[in-house]
């Protein structure tokens, strides 16, 4: 049995080291660097969305994913609905996304120091200098961008049909 597709997946999912060296490589290719981050907990067709026009931005995208214990600390108890294993290997086999990150802390800003993405791209109403590492990239002369939300898909808006359904 070839295992090569489940090595690709695992080859994305990526130490802070390992994206260091990563990242070296691809500037020695002359690579863009998009840079973004998130809970990515039930993945829907608004991820998907935002996450294509991300890469669409640059070379290689790299997605930065809060740890359990981070979404816990900025969703709640409940959340993550999924472990942080599933939700890197969700991510990590999505053909566009090049490599995934697990952060600790509640933002990826020790992260974003390292990789120095040459664009750093946020989903929702943020203005670019709300967005969290947006002084790294646009010291560099990099761009921060903000993406619109598709309306109607949120991993919140899951969760609630999903308790309503089990209430009938």
């Known amino acids: 049995m070839n295992n090569d597709y489940l090595e690709q997946i695992q080859s994305k999912i990526q130490t802070f080291e390992q994206i260091s060296s990563t990242v070296m490589e691809w500037r020695r290719q002359d690579l863009e660097i998009v840079f973004t981050n998130g809970c990515f907990d039930l993945l829907h067709y608004g991820h998907i969305h935002y996450l294509a026009q991300a890469r669409g931005m640059g070379d290689r995208l790299i997605v930065g994913l809060n740890s359990a214990a981070s979404v816990k600390r900025l969703k709640g108890a409940h959340r993550p609905i999924n472990d942080e294993q599933t939700r890197q290997y969700l991510l990590a086999s999505i053909q566009f996304v090049d490599a995934i990150v697990v952060f600790e802390e509640d933002t990826p800003y020790n992260l974003i120091t390292i990789v120095k993405p040459d664009v750093l791209v946020k989903g929702g109403d943020w203005q670019p200098h709300q967005i969290v590492g947006s002084d ?17 898909y949120s991993t919140t808006a899951i969760e609630k049909k999903i308790i309503l359904s089990n209430q009938s």
Request: proline share 6%.
């Open 136 to 152: 790294i990239v646009q010291d560099k002369g990099g761009k921060v961008l903000s993406l619109p939300y598709i309306n109607g």
